[in-house]
């Protein structure tokens, strides 16, 4: 599929300085598309990329979730309309090596005429990681308010194959497990589909959400510090 390249303001550099307790417990960066969001093209088998640059203090993270914010454009959006992709590469001329299928048009599945299109509700605002049930298939853990948001934390899709052959059976082969080790500096890129014509997408803002690996240095102090207690403790009920 192609993809439209983000350019000018879409491709902004998001630098963290965090560190301490903040950045053992988790950091959160969020990437705005600008004012309103960006309207997703509809039906036309083009979607739309963001691609960000990040700069941070971590050499590696354990865990990684995506953060995502897709609204109505105008008169509503299809949730079972939408596929979402994001990838990963050290740097803009590296090859990609990380991928995961976010979204792939949840709901949609060969039973009756009606499950062609997919969930009809109207908008997301996810986490979507490794952990939590399968958001493909949202429908079996949470039914949204007619015209409302699909919230919470969820797992990728997964189903990598074409938004007009998936179904609720198709292998799960492209989750976020492969982000898991990685290095965050480098290229992030969000892609964002809208398969079918009619009911308009928009993409409000995305974030990335990682739990950084802990530094050796900061590992070794604290177990010297606990080490150096131990042996005071033990001085005392010895009656050194």
């Known amino acids: 599929m192609d993809m439209v390249k983000s350019a000018g303001w879409l491709a902004g550099v998001a630098a ?3 560190g301490g307790d903040l950045a053992r417990a988790g950091v959160v960066v969020w990437f705005d598309p600008g004012p309103g969001g960006v309207t997703i093209p509809d039906g036309t088998g083009v979607g739309y990329a963001d691609a960000r640059t990040v700069a941070s203090p971590f050499p590696s993270v354990l865990d990684v979730r995506v953060r995502l914010q897709l609204a109505g454009a105008g008169g509503g959006m299809w949730n079972g309309d939408i596929y979402a992709t ?3 590469q050290s ?3 590296a090859p990609v090596t990380a991928f995961s299928v976010l979204i792939n048009r949840p709901g949609r599945d060969n039973g009756s005429p009606d499950e062609a299109f997919g969930y009809e509700d109207n908008g997301f605002d996810v986490s979507i990681g490794t952990t939590g049930p399968d958001i493909h298939r949202y429908r079996l853990s949470t039914t949204p308010p007619v015209g409302g948001l699909v919230t919470g934390n969820w797992a990728a899709d997964g189903r990598d194959v074409d938004p007009f052959d998936v179904v609720n059976s198709t292998p799960r082969t492209a989750g976020m497990e492969g982000f898991h080790g990685v290095n965050p500096n480098g290229v992030w890129t969000l892609y964002v589909e809208d398969a ?3 009911a308009n997408a928009r993409l409000v803002r995305w974030g990335l959400e990682w739990t950084p690996v802990p530094e050796p240095p900061t590992t070794v102090a604290w ?3 606990a080490l ?5 403790a033990r001085r005392r ?3 050194q």
């Open 16 to 18: 963290l300085a965090i």
């Open 86 to 88: 994001l990838s990963y």
């Open 91 to 93: 740097s803009p001329s």
């Open 196 to 198: 079918e014509p009619m």
């Open 223 to 225: 177990g010297g510090a």
């Open 228 to 232: 150096a207690l131990w042996a005071i």
């Open 237 to 239: 009920r010895c009656g």
